[in-house]
């Protein structure tokens, strides 16, 4: 589920998206939607906090471009927004 909220949001990167939106626009629950960005925000925290002690595999993500979940909420309402980041060349 996160994979498709994660294209959804990539293919639509001029504005950020509330959860009710994302959840209406794939026709999942708001629930749903909420649950998959709370593991995917952790997910990526324990990726920061961490790449400085694994190796990192060389040929696994070569040539492909990476993208960020940026999330800002505004008055008790959280969107989400896809930011691509330069290509992974590691």
Not at 2 to 26: D, H, M, P, T, W
Not at 52 to 62: F, I
Not at 75 to 88: A, E, K, M, P, W
């Amino acid at each position: 589920m996160k994979k498709i909220i994660v294209e959804f949001l990539c293919r639509n990167q001029s504005k950020g998206y509330s959860s009710k939106e994302i959840s209406q626009a794939l026709s999942l629950k708001e629930e749903d939607i909420n649950y998959a960005m709370l593991k995917l925000g952790l997910s990526d925290f324990l990726f920061e906090l961490t790449s400085g002690l694994a190796r990192k595999k060389t040929n696994s993500r070569v040539g492909r471009t990476r993208a960020r979940i940026e999330d800002v909420t505004v008055r008790g309402v959280t969107y989400y927004r896809c930011i691509n980041l330069d290509s992974d060349l590691n």
